[in-house]
Each structure stands twice: as structure tokens, then as C-alpha cells.
């Protein structure tokens, strides 16, 4: 099973600030990574696919990069909207699909 | 716009069963694959089951030998039949499309 490692757990920024939040994968999962974002109460919403490629919908701001086993969520000036629990995910080796434990991003 | 509802959720006592269901809308069901996808209260997300659109069923081995996926094109229907349940199956059972673009709003099981 391919474990997923995401740092900070906590994140406190300000808005307009830039987030960096990191993945790192037990193994390689190429490019294959995700990108979700979960506000209290709501299902998780799926923002970059495949390390890089941000979903419909997703606002430039949000931009992923990495390969091999180090990726990274880059929210280049944070709204206040932006303030939620973001989650990585693999599918490049599964069963099982995994997901990393979370990243909380919160206001300073 | 896609659309998926959950429903099915509630109060069992340990050991016994559930069969939660997911209603698809606004896609042709049958061309995608499904998923379920749970999160225990205040905790991380975890992958439960896939199935694909042919009814190729994947689980998590925690799960393996009590739930049971299968799906009904006919009435765009998900069901997950889940029994002998653990207190360990707490969670908001959420249903997604198989490229995790789409989410259902969850159904909370809780196993008390």
C-alpha cells in the first residue's frame, strides 16, 4: 500500500499570503496524484488531477507540481474562501487508493 | 450536472447490517465507474470500494468479506451492502464518480 505523507498538518497563513502544501508518496506513483479541498460540513472537492491538472472550475491560483514520490499544492495568494483541509490522493497503485492524512490551512 | 445522492445512513449495533444506495443523475450511469469513499468523525478520507462500469468490484482489505458492491443501470442505482459492522465503520459514506470528480453529500452511518 502506497502511504501518503502530507506536511505541515496545520498551516496558518493570512489572506493574500502564499500556501505550500506538501505530499510525499512511500513510493513512486509517477504523476499519477490529486488535489482535494474539504470545507466543514461538505464533501471534498476535487482541485488538481494527474499533479498538475487543475478540475473544472478550479481557480488559476491553485497549481500543482512534482513527480516520482515529492509533490506539491501551491495556492499562490490565499482568499478567504481558500481556508479548508486539503488532501492528496494516489491512484497509480491500487487497490487500495490512498489518501494522505491532510493538511489543515487556517487563518493567522 | 452530475449528480449523485446518498442514502441509506443510521444507527446500527455492532454486527449488524446496512445497505446504503446512490441515485446518479444528469450522466449515462452505465459508462462510469463508482466509488465509496468514507471519513470517520474528525478524520482523514479513506477509500472504501470501486466498481467499474462492466461490475468489476475492488474493496479495502478492512472491509473485505462484510461489504458487498454491485450496481443497477437500469434504475441508475449504487448500492453497498454492508454487514457485520464494527465500530470502526463509523463514518459519512460518501459516493463519487470513479475519476473523483463528483461527490454525493454523504450518508452518516453510525455502528454504536
Known amino acids: 500500500e502506497v502511504v501518503l505523507t502530507q506536511s505541515p498538518a496545520t498551516l496558518s497563513l493570512s489572506p493574500g499570503e502564499r500556501a505550500t502544501l506538501s505530499c510525499r508518496a512511500s513510493e513512486s506513483v509517477h504523476y499519477y496524484l490529486a488535489w482535494f479541498q474539504q470545507k466543514p460540513g461538505q464533501a471534498p472537492r476535487l482541485l488538481i488531477y494527474d499533479t498538475s491538472n487543475r478540475a473544472t472550475g478550479i481557480p488559476a491560483r491553485f497549481s500543482g507540481s512534482g513527480s516520482g514520490t515529492d509533490f506539491t499544492l501551491t495556492i499562490s495568494s490565499l482568499e478567504p474562501e481558500d481556508f479548508a483541509v486539503y488532501y492528496c490522493q494516489q491512484r497509480t497503485n491500487w487497490p487500495p487508493v490512498t489518501f494522505g492524512g491532510g493538511t489543515k490551512v487556517e487563518i493567522k | 450536472e452530475v449528480q449523485l445522492v446518498e442514502s441509506g445512513g443510521g444507527l446500527v449495533q455492532p454486527g449488524g447490517s446496512l445497505r446504503l444506495s446512490c441515485a446518479g443523475f444528469g450522466f449515462t450511469f452505465s459508462r462510469y465507474s463508482l466509488n465509496w469513499v468514507r471519513q470517520a468523525p474528525g478524520k482523514g478520507l479513506e477509500w472504501v470500494s470501486h466498481?467499474?462500469?462492466?461490475?468489476?468490484?475492488y474493496n479495502t482489505d478492512s472491509v473485505k468479506g462484510r461489504f458487498t458492491l454491485s450496481r443497477d443501470n437500469a434504475k441508475n442505482l449504487l448500492s453497498l451492502q454492508m454487514n457485520n459492522l464494527r465500530d470502526e465503520d463509523t463514518a459519512v459514506y460518501y459516493c463519487?464518480?470513479?475519476?473523483?470528480?463528483?461527490w454525493g453529500q454523504g450518508t452518516l452511518v453510525i455502528v454504536s
Open positions: 463519487t464518480t470513479g475519476d473523483y470528480v463528483a
Open positions: 466498481i467499474s462500469s462492466n461490475s468489476k468490484t
